[in-house]
């Protein structure tokens, strides 16, 4: 289907159509201004509602089915060299964020597939979540997951929020903390936590005091470029109260695989200085690291930090830039909500030439409904040499769903298909403090309306 309107065209791919579920959009041509834009899309999404994935591509990991079961919320995926994916998700006996509500219990569940995503094991409790009674604060509650697996060893590697304090309340003396666990078999067994926050809260006493602070959920980042001793880098993105109130995000980096932690471009300078909210990271070709922070307004906010030293992690940040319907960069229309960041290896279909296409998954709104994918292709440095650069015409989304729905996260699977874990209404409402965790199995050519596939040398 194809629309215009003097200079402006929109393209919109649809197939498949079953009962409401996804759709894709391209717009291209000329001057689209942002009320055209909104208009176009709100008629694509009415052309091609009823459309789902097939059957066999999509599973309830973590299925909430009225309002009266205990709920889930908070998405985390890691996939393994060996096809194991790993879902992780808030089991929220308090029906609310960790420290919200008196008795606070929250567990971590965990689901396993062994074939990338194609048949999934039983649910089990990673770690149970002992409530207020607890004598140990740390295990009063677990929630707000993030994992990566290791590219080679299939080690992996999940943090969390603990305790029973809320993020809002939190001071230096009384705070969550972060806990750490690793699992060496694919996700069936995991170590005890082990709280390293006070490590991390410690580099920004003195420099840039904070009351308060958690890792985003969901995807960990492992680079492509740095590996120092056996591991590659990890980086993580960290939502920061600091002692003046101020909200920003800071990215902590990791040699040894999550054992010690340090602030990239050090503790004195936010990518994202106010404003700020969970954010996620993703590294550019060439190994900058680009974050992308929620933002209450619509859209995102990105940063990028440069190198002078990749080994040695020094360089520095750029300035902040907001990506929204003003400069054809993300719509997430009145909604503030966690998505997932994520760079893939792709070949354009009309030419063949290898490229990087950047997806960013959000509502696309109104409100928490119709969680989707933007993406944006990369196709020389001069597409993402500033966070200006980033923010600004993004090419499509993809729609995965037409229900409510909220957070997502997303990881490259060994199939080269792309797992898509989100929170959707899909059972009941949202009256319960919950939501199901559905997953998806995706592919890029789907996704793009055939303009891109996964590069082989991905």
């Not at 929220?92 to 396993?112: E, P, T």
């Not at 194609?118 to 770690?127: A, D, Q, R, V």
Request: aromatic share 8%; charged share 20%.
């Amino acid at each position: 289907m194809t629309l215009s309107a003097g200079t402006c065209m929109a393209r919109f791919p649809v197939s498949g159509a079953q009962d409401g579920k996804q759709v894709r959009y391209l717009l291209s041509g000329g001057k689209i201004n942002e009320a055209m834009r909104r208009t176009l899309l709100l008629i694509a999404m009415t052309v091609a509602a009823m459309q789902t994935a097939s059957a066999q591509d999509r599973f309830d990991v973590f299925p909430t089915m009225s309002e009266k079961d205990i709920p889930y919320r908070i998405p985390a995926i890691a996939a393994l060299p060996d096809g194991t994916v790993i879902c992780v998700a808030d089991f929220r006996h308090s029906r609310n964020d960790i420290g919200i509500k008196k008795d606070g219990r929250v567990d971590l569940h965990v689901r396993v597939s062994p074939d990338n995503g194609c048949s999934w094991g039983e649910i089990k409790t990673l770690i149970p979540g002992k409530g207020a009674q607890s004598p140990d604060f740390m295990n009063v509650a677990f929630g707000d997951p993030c994992i990566v697996a290791d590219d080679k060893s299939g080690k992996v590697l999940l943090m969390s929020c603990a305790g029973n304090v809320s993020f809002p309340k939190g001071t230096r003396e009384h705070h969550q903390g972060i806990a750490r666990f690793y699992s060496e078999d694919g996700g069936q067994t995991w170590t005890a936590p082990e709280d390293i926050a006070e490590s991390i809260y410690e580099q920004f006493d003195g420099i840039s005091p904070v009351k308060a602070m958690f890792i985003a959920s969901g995807r960990i980042l492992q680079s492509r470029y740095v590996k120092k001793g056996k591991y590659h880098r990890l980086y993580c993105a960290v939502m920061v109260n600091a002692a003046d109130n101020t909200k920003r995000n800071h990215v902590l980096y990791s040699d040894d695989f999550g054992q010690t932690w340090s602030v990239l471009g050090g503790p004195e300078t936010a990518p994202i200085p106010t404003g700020a909210d969970e954010a996620k990271v993703e590294e550019l070709p060439g190994g900058s690291i680009l974050i992308s922070s929620r933002t209450e307004d619509e859209g995102r906010l990105f940063n990028i930090y440069r190198f002078d030293n990749r080994r040695k992690a020094t360089g520095r940040w750029g300035t902040m830039a907001h990506s929204s319907g003003h400069n054809g960069g993300i719509i997430t229309e009145k909604n503030a909500c966690n998505g997932g960041l994520m760079l893939v290896s792709v070949v354009r279909t009309e030419d063949g030439r290898k490229m990087n296409l950047l997806l960013q998954s959000a509502p696309i709104g109104p409100g928490r409904t119709n969680v989707g994918i933007y993406y944006k292709a990369l196709g020389s440095p001069g597409d993402y040499t500033t966070p200006e650069r980033i923010a600004k015409d993004w090419e499509g989304v993809f729609r995965v769903t037409s229900r409510p729905s909220a957070y997502s996260t997303m990881v490259m699977q060994a199939d080269g298909t792309l797992g898509f874990l989100f929170e959707e209404q899909t059972h009941c409402t949202d009256a319960g403090g919950g939501y199901t965790i559905v997953y998806e199995r995706l592919s890029i050519d789907e996704m793009t309306g055939g303009a891109y596939t996964v590069s082989s040398g991905r």
